[in-house]
T-cell receptor, first 113, second 113 residues
Framework: DQQVKQNSPSLSVQEGRISILNCDYTNSMFDYFLWYKKYPAEGPTFLISISSIKDKNEDGRFTVFLNKSAKHLSLHIVPSQPGDSAVYFC????????????FGKGTMLLVSP | DVKVTQSSRYLVKRTGEKVFLECVQDMDHENMFWYRQDPGLGLRLIYFSYDVKMKEKGDIPEGYSVSREKKERFSLILESASTNQTSMYLCATLGQGNNQPQHFGDGTRLSIL
C-alpha cells in the first residue's frame, strides 16, 4: 500500500526547458512534504519542502506546488541544467510524535544538452 | 552544515555473517534513522531512534537490529546476513522542531555473497 506515489519512473528534458516532477499521496494526515535529489553512490540531498498550510514554495530554480484537495504535489525546475540529472524522491511526513518520512519510489530525471 | 558519516562506502560480507554498519553525526540531533534503498522501491525505513538507548521499528525491521549507546552514533546490525539484504543503506538525522528535513550520509553499498 503505497502512500506516496511517483508514477513516472523517468523523465527526459532538454537543457533550458522546464522539468516537472509529480507526486501523489493518499494519507490525508501528511502535513509536510519534501523533495530530495540523489546522485548515484551518494546520499539524498534535501532540495525544498512545503508545509500543508502553503500551496507554493520557491527557492531559486526550484518551486514546489501543493494541491491538498487533489493530494498532489509537483516540483518545477526552471531552467533545467545537465547537472540536475539525478533521481528525485518525494517524501511526506505526518507528525505523530515521531518525525518519520514516507518516500516515493523516485523519478530519474535526465537533462540533455 | 550537518555532517552524517557512515563508516564504510562499500562492504562485502558473506551469508550468515553478523554485520555492523555505523553512523556518526556531529550536530547533536536527537533523531536518527536507518533506511535501505533498492531500485524501483525507493527508500524504506528499517529502524529509527529518538533518543539514546531508544529505538522504534520502521517498515521493514525483520532481520535487523540497532544500537544507540551514545547520542552521536547509531548502529545497524544484520544479525545473520542474507543475500536479500544486499542493498544501499542510508543513515539520516533530524533535529528537534517542526518541519525540518532529514539529513543523509553518503550511504554504504553492502553486498552479501
Amino acid at each position: 500500500d503505497q502512500q506516496v506515489k511517483q508514477n513516472s519512473p523517468s523523465l527526459s528534458v532538454q537543457e533550458g526547458r522546464i522539468s516537472i516532477l509529480n507526486c501523489d499521496y493518499t494519507n490525508s494526515m501528511f502535513d509536510y512534504f519534501l523533495w530530495y535529489k540523489k546522485y548515484p553512490a551518494e546520499g539524498p540531498t534535501f532540495l525544498i519542502s512545503i508545509s500543508s498550510i502553503k500551496d507554493k514554495n520557491e527557492d531559486g530554480r526550484f518551486t514546489v506546488f501543493l494541491n491538498k484537495s487533489a493530494k498532489h504535489l509537483s516540483l518545477h525546475i526552471v531552467p533545467s541544467q545537465p547537472g540536475d540529472s539525478a533521481v528525485y524522491f518525494c517524501a511526506a511526513s505526518a507528525y505523530s510524535g515521531y518525525s518519520t518520512l514516507t518516500f516515493g519510489k523516485g523519478t530519474m530525471l535526465l537533462v540533455s544538452p | 552544515d550537518v555532517k552524517v558519516t557512515q563508516s564504510s562506502r562499500y562492504l562485502v560480507k558473506r551469508t550468515g555473517e553478523k554485520v555492523f554498519l555505523e553512523c556518526v553525526q556531529d550536530m547533536d540531533h536527537e533523531n536518527m534513522f536507518w533506511y535501505r534503498q533498492d531500485p524501483g522501491l525507493g527508500l524504506r525505513l528499517i529502524y529509527f531512534s529518538y533518543d539514546v538507548k531508544m529505538k522504534e521499528k520502521g517498515d521493514i525491521p525483520e532481520g535487523y537490529s540497532v544500537s544507540r549507546e551514545k547520542k552521536e552514533r547509531f548502529s545497524l546490525i544484520l544479525e545473520s546476513a542474507s543475500t536479500n539484504q544486499t542493498s544501499m543503506y542510508l543513515c539520516a538525522t533530524l533535529g528537534q522542531g517542526n518541519n525540518q528535513p532529514q539529513h543523509f550520509g553518503d550511504g554504504t553499498r553492502l553486498s552479501i555473497l
